[in-house]
């Protein structure tokens, strides 16, 4: 195996963009993770120079995952290219911190996606699951990323925030934007939204945030005039340890919820319907068997593995798998290599929604990052097969999938099915 | 330790410190733990008990390191 000037090269490549248009690279994976200790693999300008350690087996995610003083969120970046000190700053939220700025914003937000919490947003989710199902089933399918997967998620997190309706399609539109920023760059005119900050200071680089902050303004003082029952309300009243999130958490907290609530849970819903699709099987073993449907929610997360990865900056030199990591040094873990690893799922390349533990890290790899919307996401996918399966819907394939050029979000932008 | 690893009891406990809510205890075993409804830190139910292997289980599955076993004197 090639020398880099870091270690052994990566077998495969798993970093351009322009190879998520054919799917995830598992094979590149498999390769990846059979090696022993870990690789270093090339990225961006400089390539091997600003190169990343490649973590893609099961139990080191685990390990970076759970030790977030040796693996920082807070140095360089948790996307895969640095930032500059300012820009960092600029767009710091939850994903971007440590302890202990990251305990005090995890628990001012944490209440408000607890299991009970989520639980008295079912019926909510419910309503606008059957509405969107039996519209797709009365058009006899179509694309089902514009019917379902995508209004779905973004008029639940929408209602719990207290964004009217009417501007869902713009948050749409907007989160759209934010994803192009993760593949090939945005396709906007840095001025677009009236924009005039430096794109490199916006989550994304997207004149995008810019206009997500603009509308998580106008929220503040509409809930500032008027309180309401909603998400928006609670952030800004949220007190822990005597402090509040400041304007600039606010903001970032809202484009962040908006995103994340929205563009992952789409992609984990796109996913298991085209699975389902294609292994009828597995469909028939849920309707035969409600039961199954919550373990089934968890392999359709799985399967999915809506974020590809996040990146730490290690704060020291520390061994891991038996690789020596420099302080400084990229490390990424790489969920969708996890949850494809033979060490930690019998069979894991079959579509299996029987399976009795399922230790996905779709939502992370089991440390204080761990996803603040995950069980918002679960509940979400598992009223959709719920009412799917309420009027015997059944899908077939269509058309091949439009994927995105993303190697962090597993995006697809169209994919039509039929109803059977 | 005791030899019948399975059988034993242990209790738990939650260092309110180190958690920040993220509520995995209360998915996996909601009649031991509960999140707070103002603050979401979790706490132990008075007299709340697990088999150890259960209780080791919720310790590793505890993404912010809060959760301990409280070992009691023999």
Redesign the interface.
Same mark, same amino acid.
């Given at each position: 195996m090639a020398e880099t000037t870091k270690g052994p090269a990566s077998p495969a490549d798993i970093a351009s963009p322009a190879i998520y248009l054919d799917g995830i690279p598992h094979e590149g994976f498999a390769a990846i993770r059979e090696v022993d200790g870990l690789v270093w693999h090339p990225y961006g300008d400089e390539g091997d120079r600003s190169g990343f350690w490649a973590v893609t087996r099961h139990a080191d995610v685990r390990e970076v995952s759970?030790n977030p003083d040796t693996f920082s969120s807070a140095i360089g970046h948790t996307n895969l290219w640095d930032l500059e000190a300012d820009a960092l700053e600029a767009r710091r939220s939850l994903i971007d911190s440590d302890a202990p700025d990251?305990?005090r914003l995890?628990?001012l937000v !944490?209440?408000a996606?607890?299991?009970?919490t989520t639980r008295t947003w079912e019926g909510m989710a419910r309503d606008i699951a059957a509405e969107l199902v039996e519209d797709y089933v009365a058009d006899g399918g179509g694309d089902w990323v514009e019917k379902v997967a995508a209004p779905l998620p973004i008029r639940v997190i929408l209602a719990i925030l207290g964004v009217p309706t009417e501007d869902a399609n713009y948050m749409v539109e907007l989160t759209n934007y934010l994803v192009e920023g993760t593949g090939e760059g945005s396709s906007l005119p840095d001025d677009a939204y009236g924009n005039s900050t430096p794109t490199r200071l916006l989550p994304f680089n997207s004149p995008a945030s810019h206009a997500l902050y603009e509308y998580a303004e106008k929220m503040r003082q509409l809930r500032m005039a008027e309180p309401g029952d909603d998400l928006v309300t609670s952030l800004l009243e949220a007190e822990?340890d005597g402090e509040r999130l400041t304007a600039a958490e606010y903001r970032n907290f809202f484009q962040l919820l908006v995103f994340a609530g929205n563009e992952t849970t789409r992609t984990a819903m796109i996913h298991g319907a085209m699975a389902f699709a294609e292994h009828p099987d597995q469909w028939a073993r849920l309707q035969a068997d409600p039961a199954r449907v919550a373990p089934g929610v968890d392999e359709v997360i799985r399967w999915a593995s809506p974020i590809l990865h996040m990146r730490r900056t290690a704060s020291r030199d520390v061994e891991l798998a038996g690789t020596w990591i420099a302080k400084g040094d990229k490390v990424v873990m790489w969920y969708a290599g996890a949850n494809r690893d033979p060490g930690a799922f019998d069979y894991p390349d079959r579509f299996d929604v029987g399976r009795e533990d399922n230790p996905h890290y779709a939502f $992370?790899g089991? $440390?204080?990052?761990?996803c %603040?919307g995950a069980?918002l996401a679960r509940m979400e996918v598992q009223v959709l097969l719920e009412e799917m399966l309420a009027r015997n819907v059944v899908l077939a394939p269509g058309s091949e999938p439009e994927r995105l050029a993303s190697n962090f979000v597993h995006g697809v932008s169209s994919v039509e099915l039929a109803v059977a | 330790m005791s030899e019948q690893d399975g059988a034993e009891r242990v209790s738990m406990a939650v260092d309110e410190d180190r958690c920040?809510?993220?509520?995995?205890c209360? %998915?996996l075993e909601?009649d031991v733990f509960h %999140?707070?409804?103002?603050?979401?830190?979790s706490r132990v139910a008075g007299g709340a008990d697990l088999s150890r292997s259960r209780a080791l289980e919720l310790v590793d599955?505890c993404? !912010? $390191?809060a959760i301990s076993i409280v070992e009691l004197g023999s």
């Open positions: 759970k990251h305990t995890r628990r !944490s209440r996606f607890t299991p009970r822990a $992370g089991g $440390g204080p990052h761990f %603040l069980f | 920040i809510g993220i509520g995995q209360e %998915l909601p %999140l707070g409804d103002e603050d979401a830190i599955r993404p !912010s $390191g």
